[in-house]
């Protein structure tokens, strides 16, 4: 059974950086595709970055370029989301899935499996 947990979020100053990271356990597949979502009060979903595990290839929400980075550690299973920069706007649930579909990042992201998000907080 795929679980998915995220950790670091919180209160953050707007201007700071924050990282996130999710831990993903009991998966016995190499070749799959790991995503970063947010949801804000009263808003829809969206799509920030995700990593292809085999390669490395990232791919990246236009409004995201050049604010986000997405990494994956595969000694510690771990794929962490750094955002510099942090705006109030950037407060939502920060969710990190996965899909089994390795071409999911060109294709559509669906998500086979989903971590139950971690709230951050931004602060003026």
């Known amino acids: 059974q795929v679980h998915l947990q995220e950790s670091g979020g919180g209160l953050v100053q707007a201007g700071d950086s924050l990282r996130l990271s999710c831990t993903i356990s009991g998966r016995t597949f190499r070749n799959f595709v790991m995503a970063w979502f947010r949801q804000a009060p009263g808003q829809e979903r969206e799509f920030v970055g995700g990593?292809?595990?085999?390669?490395?290839?990232?791919v990246y929400a236009d409004s995201m370029k050049g604010r986000v980075t997405v990494s994956r550690d595969g000694a510690k299973n771990t794929v962490d989301l750094q955002m510099t920069n942090v705006r109030f706007e950037d407060t939502a649930v920060y969710y990190c899935a996965l899909d089994l579909n390795p071409l999911a990042l060109m294709v559509g992201f669906k998500g086979n499996y989903w971590g139950q998000g971690t709230p951050v907080t931004v602060s003026s």
């Open positions: 990593i292809k595990w085999s390669g490395g290839g990232t």
